[in-house]
């Protein structure tokens, strides 16, 4: 049976450590012990206040295209992090955006919250349920100072779930899931507003004022200078959280020039403004890390990168299978690793390879690295600090990828050339969830080294980099299939399905997933509302109920 975790108050193990050490007063009188304690607890606190922490989100960053993996994209500023830090080679996200961002900022699989099945869209009255407790709250409750810069994506119909009622100090940029890296506008994605109208509205703001002021500027310039603006001001005497998560290098594909002409000898048109893409994003991140070094930031500074999910298009994933939106490897494994001066030497330049999860980043962060403490939340993230550093075997041995009862096996895969989404989404107004999990179900999960996925996981091709004259393989699938099963750890690549060859891991696999969609929410992807058209809003993107 599957449960979540709910954590109890406990001193948090950096503090506790410290304590251990500090306070030992010996035989004393009551009076002096109190003293001692007392004066060597304040000291601990004062010692221990926490590092900043700086995570950096790529978007649709695909799991060839970074430097250490092999791809012929120079990313030396990744490149360089990576190999002071600890690289992320078991590392998962979830296919898509705003679950994998709800996930980060909740610790919660997204069949918790009512996001199993499709990003949260501009013009639906959605956003994640704000009973839901996020990653800045806590981290200020370790007296941070918390900041968003770039891409939301976690809904903004009301108020009350913009990112400066979430818990974040400021936020500057932008509220939906994609838009013109120049103009800052985006239409409306769904059908009841006019496609081909791309100005449709401003999806661009400065905490709620929107900014205006940024459009025709590229968004990685303006979002490199906030952070850095941010990062200069900081009072260093408290802990900073920066969430920098970038537009790049989602569609469109856009970039200055001068970023793709180092590219001239890739063939292919689109792949080479995405290695553009790339490149630039990589030097943007040098900068922000030049400004933290300048500011006598950096030696106290945890920073992580991350993609929000694998590559699609222009992106590639190779030599893994699938990509963006599909349940395969290609969809979720992740680029991912972590740096900064506040590392502990023992872990730089290693290679993490245990099994980690988005979910992880939020227990980790405020208890494992901030000191906070977890009492009474119900997560499915673990605190992964103390593995990462080889001190504590790792308590994570299964990952839900997902659950989504209203993919089936038979559902119709349509390609959307703007929003690269191979699988329709169900709008689920008045869609009744089945009462049990079934095979047909869209679904994907990891247990130890296996892999079961089942319904319709999405496009299972493998995509070579264009510039390589790599010819992939076909996969081959039984006709009707609906049940895959693979050893990950022996079969990265997901070229042989056991299921056949397994048939008791693939019964043990079910249980496991009837017993988590026993534990789901129900899904919640609301019909579009005409309310949210920026032309009745003085042609902005922003909250519209209440």
């Given amino acids: 049976m599957y449960e979540t975790k709910t954590y109890s108050n406990a001193l948090s193990k950096p503090l506790q450590d410290f304590a251990e050490w500090t306070c030992v007063p010996g035989d004393m009188p009551s009076l002096q012990m109190f003293v001692v304690l007392l004066v060597c607890c304040s000291l ?8 900043h922490i700086v995570f950096i989100l790529a978007d649709d960053y695909g799991y060839h295209d970074i430097g250490y993996h092999g791809t012929v994209i120079k990313t030396p500023t990744l490149d360089s992090l990576a190999a002071q830090g600890t690289k992320l080679e078991n590392y998962y996200v979830q296919p898509i955006c705003s679950p994998t961002r709800s996930q980060l900022m909740t610790g919660r699989y997204q069949i918790h919250t009512g996001l199993q099945h499709f990003v949260i869209v ?3 009255e959605n956003c994640v349920p704000v009973s839901e407790v996020m990653l800045p709250q806590k981290l ?6 918390t900041h968003l810069v770039g891409k939301w994506h976690l809904g903004f119909y009301k108020k009350e779930c913009l990112p400066q009622n979430r818990g974040f100090d400021t936020a500057f940029g932008y509220l939906s899931g994609c ?3 120049w103009t800052h506008h985006r239409a409306g994605p769904m059908p009841s507003f006019p496609t081909a109208d791309h100005w449709l509205g401003l999806d661009f703001m400065d905490n709620e004022r929107p900014a205006w002021e940024y ?11 906030r952070a850095n603006k941010i990062i200069r001001e900081h009072d260093a005497s408290k802990p900073m959280f920066l969430y920098l998560a970038l537009q790049s290098v989602h569609n469109p594909l856009q970039v200055p020039e001068q970023y793709i002409t180092p590219y001239q000898f890739i063939a292919n048109a689109n792949r080479r403004t995405h290695a553009g893409m790339i490149a630039c994003m990589d030097e943007i991140i040098g900068q922000v890390v030049d400004q933290l070094k300048a500011s006598k930031l950096w030696d106290d500074t945890i920073l992580i990168f991350s993609t929000d999910n694998g590559g699609i298009a222009a992106g590639i994933n190779w030599p893994l299978r699938g990509e963006k939106n599909t349940l395969w490897e290609g969809g979720m494994r992740g680029n991912g690793f972590i740096s900064g001066g506040a590392l502990p030497a023992s872990v730089r330049g290693t290679v993490s390879r245990q099994l980690m999860h988005v979910s992880d980043w939020f227990p980790t962060l405020v208890q494992g690295v901030a000191g906070g403490n977890l009492e009474g939340l119900s997560l499915d993230g673990y605190n992964q600090w103390q593995t990462i550093q ?22 119709r895969i349509m390609m959307d ?3 690269e989404m191979p699988l329709q989404p169900i709008f689920s107004n008045n869609m009744q969830m089945p009462s049990t999990y079934n095979t047909s179900m869209r679904a994907a999960l990891r247990v130890g080294d296996w892999k079961i996925l089942t319904g319709n996981p999405g496009i299972g091709m493998y995509h070579t980099p264009p510039e390589a004259n790599i010819r992939a393989i076909v996969p081959l699938e039984k006709p009707n299939q609906k049940i895959w099963l693979f050893n990950i750890t022996a079969d990265p690549y997901e070229k042989n399905d056991l299921s056949d060859a397994h048939p008791e891991i693939v019964d043990m696999m079910i249980g496991k997933l009837k017993a988590y969609y026993n534990t789901s929410v129900p899904v919640r992807f609301p019909d579009p509302s005409p309310e949210s058209n920026p032309a009745l809003h003085l042609g902005i993107w922003g909250p519209w109920v209440n």
Avoid at 391 to 404: A, F, G, S, T, Y
């Fill in 44 to 51: 601990a606190l004062v010692a221990a206040k926490p590092p």
């Fill in 122 to 124: 501009a013009d639906q």
């Fill in 417 to 419: 050339e703007e929003s």
């Fill in 390 to 411: 080889g001190k504590q075997v790792n308590q994570r041995k299964e990952i839900l990828h997902n659950i989504d009862p209203l993919i089936s096996a038979n559902s």
């Fill in 215 to 225: 459009v025709g500027n590229y968004s990685a310039f303006v979002f490199r200078d």
């Fill in 179 to 181: 838009g013109d890296y």
């Fill in 140 to 145: 200020k409750e370790q007296n941070y100072s």
